[in-house]
T-cell receptor, first 109, second 113 residues
Framework: GQNIDQPTEMTATEGAIVQINCTYQ??????LFWYQQHAGEAPTFLSY????GLEEKGRFSSFLSRSKGYSYLLLKELQMKDSASYLC??????????FGGGTRLMVKP | ETGVTQSPTHLIKTRGQQVTLRCSSQ?????VSWYQQALGQGPQFIFQ???????GRGNFPPRFSGLQFPNYSSELNVNALELDDSALYLC????????????FGPGTRLTVL
């Protein structure tokens, strides 16, 4: 079966750093994606990890440990516009995405 | 902007009716995946089309069906609508390669009354 867990909600302060965790148990693994979704909008691609380690992209970084079934998304220098839902998704055979429930991040001044 | 478009933006139907949703993929992409996203939840995979053939299906009943056309645009059809079908329907296009990034369209908000 497929199971992807991430916290439902998080709150952080503008300018701070926040880490959003994702744990997964899936029957196949071709990599892990992070998407950002603002309310009422489409998910937009943030990052992709297939090998263990950290991928850095500007203010956003994503980490993967395949042996632990664990990933996190790190957001630095938080801005108000980062208030959104963050979706963790595992790609399996055929590149079909299984998503977690999403983490709603609220950034406060 | 991903270049993936969907129509219509919003739709209201009544229980038992049928609906067709449309998706145009990004230029150069030959794979379209459809997802259902209920309010407050993550998207759930419905099915995927690769070069006009169904390439995989999630845990959805047969009344959810689809098509992909030679230009790689796609349709999602839902028959015998139920109240629980109310959701945001997202399509995503990709190049069809190994774990290729999927780019999402803006979605169609379906309300079933």
């Amino acid at each position: 079966g497929q199971n992807i867990d991430q916290p439902t909600e998080m709150t952080a302060t503008e300018g701070a750093i926040v880490q959003i965790n994702c744990t997964y148990q899936t029957s196949g693994f071709n990599g892990l994606f992070w998407y950002q979704q603002h309310a009422g909008e489409a998910p937009t691609f943030l990052s992709y990890n297939v090998l263990d380690g950290l991928e850095e992209k500007g203010r956003f970084s994503s980490f993967l440990s395949r042996s632990k079934g664990y990933s996190y998304l790190l957001l630095k220098e938080l801005q108000m516009k980062d208030s959104a839902s963050y979706l963790c998704a595992v790609s399996n055979a055929g590149n079909m995405l299984t998503f977690g429930g999403g983490t709603r991040l609220m950034v406060k001044p | 902007e991903t270049g993936v478009t969907q129509s219509p933006t919003h739709l209201i139907k009544t229980r038992g009716q049928q609906v067709t949703l449309r998706c145009s993929s990004q230029s150069g992409h030959n794979t379209v995946s459809w997802y259902q996203q209920a309010l407050g939840q993550g998207p759930q995979f419905i099915f995927q089309y690769y070069r006009e053939e169904e390439n995989g299906r999630g845990n959805f009943p047969p009344r959810f069906s689809g098509l992909q056309f030679p230009n790689y645009s796609s349709e999602l059809n839902v028959n015998a609508l139920e109240l629980d079908d109310s959701a945001l329907y997202l399509c995503a296009s990709s190049k069809g390669g190994y774990a290729d990034t999927q780019y999402f369209g803006p979605g169609t908000r379906l309300t079933v009354l």
